[in-house]
């Protein structure tokens, strides 16, 4: 199977409260999700009709059990999801506080390691990464062995200049802080991966630990310069800007009540990916990627969130942002 998307990194079970505006102290209940930010992005990009896997790392066990079950029903190939016996699979839970926009995170079972930082190069499909459409990594990837080095391998297995029309290698900048001694050893790492990326995708603070302070623009060109022809600002409620070597776009923000931000962006990656594969004009894939994580930080869950496309183009026509036929999947570049 050729996989328009293949990421790699980690994954989860998200224990995510149903209790709303409290803290986590204060939490009774939880529901259980597939979580992970890559683990996400595929899930994303499965919803809007697109083949996606994950290369990740489960504990032998039951959550892992679950994890498998989640990704085929949400479509998601996981040839590439296999089990460490020496590791329990990692879990995350977060408390949801929506009217000061908190959503704290609390990583467990990462501390010292995690199954998913267990990837060795060995044990890499070269071949699989080298053919995906969209070939995605994260920075959180990078900050352990044996994973950091199984990720140098994968992008230079695939360098920019061996890539076809239509083929793409996005890394997500994401940064976790409670996984790195410094953000100076993090952009250390980002430093060695970004010779080999087409496009990068960070927050701001991301963007900062990236390629360091500055406005989004500054960071955007810094990005650029680094090599990259796409490099995409998010800016949470604010929407979101992104600049090539030819274009600036901006793509205002799509009003929701917002009730778990946690997702969002992880929506928007497997959103972005469908609208590149799709061949779209740069403002076009950053509106619908805008709209798709807008509507995942209106709920309460990230894999089970993510929006179809009648979704996204819904909630833009509500918005009065859709060109009829905009969105149109039939030309897809792959
Ligand atoms: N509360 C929100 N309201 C509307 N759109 C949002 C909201 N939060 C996120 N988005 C959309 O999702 C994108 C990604 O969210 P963001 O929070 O910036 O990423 P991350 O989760 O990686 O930090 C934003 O750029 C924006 O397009
Ligand atoms: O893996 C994580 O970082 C946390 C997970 O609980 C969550 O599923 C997630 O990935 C949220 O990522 P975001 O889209 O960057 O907010």
Not at 38 to 56: E, K, L, M, W, Y
Not at 92 to 121: S, V
Not at 254 to 265: D, F, S
Not at 313 to 333: K, W, Y
Request: aromatic share 8%; with cysteine; proline share 6%.
């Amino acid at each position: 199977m050729t996989h328009e998307l293949l990421t790699i990194g980690r994954i989860s079970v998200d224990i995510y409260p149903n209790d709303i505006g409290v803290d986590l102290e204060d939490v009774t209940s939880f529901g259980k999700y597939l979580g992970g930010s890559p683990s996400n992005v595929a899930v994303a990009a499965a919803r809007h009709g697109r083949r996606a896997g994950v290369i990740t790392r489960t504990g032998d066990d039951a959550f892992g059990t679950y994890l498998h079950r989640e990704l085929k029903k949400f479509n998601v190939d996981d040839t590439y999801v296999t089990p460490v016996k020496e590791w329990p699979t990692a879990v995350t839970f977060c408390a949801i506080k929506p009217a000061t926009d908190e959503f704290p995170l609390y990583f467990y079972g990462r501390f010292p390691t995690a199954p998913d930082l267990q990837i060795r190069a060995d044990e890499l499909d070269l071949e699989a990464i080298r053919e995906a459409g969209i070939f995605w990594s994260t920075v959180t990837g990078l900050c352990q062995e044996p994973s950091r080095t199984a990720h140098i391998k994968a992008h230079e297995a695939r360098p920019r200049t061996g890539l076809k029309e239509g083929q793409f290698t996005i890394l997500d900048l994401d940064y976790r802080p409670m996984f790195w001694a410094s953000e100076e050893e993090a952009r250390a790492e980002v430093a060695k991966i970004l010779p080999h990326v087409t496009v990068a995708i960070g927050n701001d603070k991301e963007c900062a630990v990236a390629v360091g302070e500055g406005t989004p623009d500054e960071q955007a060109d810094r990005l650029l310069a680094a090599g990259v022809e796409i490099a995409v600002v998010k800016l949470g409620p604010e929407g979101v800007m992104a600049k090539s070597r030819t274009e600036r776009v901006v793509s205002a923000p799509v009003p929701v009540q917002t009730v778990n931000g946690l997702g969002a962006g992880d929506s928007f990656g497997g959103a972005f990916c469908h609208g590149l594969l799709s061949g779209w004009p740069l403002a076009q894939v950053l509106d619908y990627a805008n709209a798709a994580g807008a509507i995942v930080a209106s709920r309460l869950s990230c894999a089970d969130a993510m929006p179809t496309p009648d979704e996204v183009t819904s909630l833009l026509a509500e918005r009065g942002r859709l060109v009829p036929g905009q969105f149109a999947t039939e030309g897809a570049a792959l």
